[in-house]
């Protein structure tokens, strides 16, 4: 089992940023991705980020390149979430999820682990 503890959301202006951070515990050792997703209210959950665990390989969609940017500290156990020059469709809830397989790292069924979610709101 893998548990997963997001952090680092509020409420931010225009143009501001943030860094999230989810802090992985349990059977890290069967970890191979960790991805970051988000669902805006009334939209479906998409893929922010993903890194392979061996290696530190990242992965941005082309939706949420040059903005976004992922990072794992494996001495803390804790990947994070750079997001910059937000905007208010950044708004939603964020989500950290970890997958012990090698499926693709911006498919949600590709993770077995999901954190509660830590919510982002962006004001013009």
């Known amino acids: 089992q893998v548990q997963l503890v997001e952090s680092g959301g509020g409420s931010v202006q225009a143009g501001g940023s943030l860094r999230l951070s989810c802090v992985v515990s349990?059977?890290?050792?069967?970890?191979?991705?960790m991805g970051w997703f988000r669902q805006a209210p009334g939209k479906e959950r998409e893929a922010v980020a993903g890194?392979?665990?061996?290696?530190?390989?990242?992965y941005v969609p082309d939706s949420a390149k040059g903005r976004f940017t992922i990072s794992q500290d494996n001495a803390k156990s804790t990947v994070y979430l750079q997001i910059n020059s937000m905007k208010p469709e950044d708004t939603g809830m964020y989500y950290c999820?970890?997958?012990?397989?090698?499926?693709?790292?911006?498919?949600?069924?590709?993770?077995?682990?999901w954190g509660q979610g830590t919510q982002v709101t962006v004001s013009s």
């Open positions: 349990g059977d890290i050792s069967s970890v191979r991705r």
């Open positions: 999820a970890a997958g012990s397989g090698y499926g693709f790292i911006f498919r949600g069924s590709t993770y077995q682990y």
């Open positions: 890194i392979e665990s061996d290696g530190g390989m990242t």
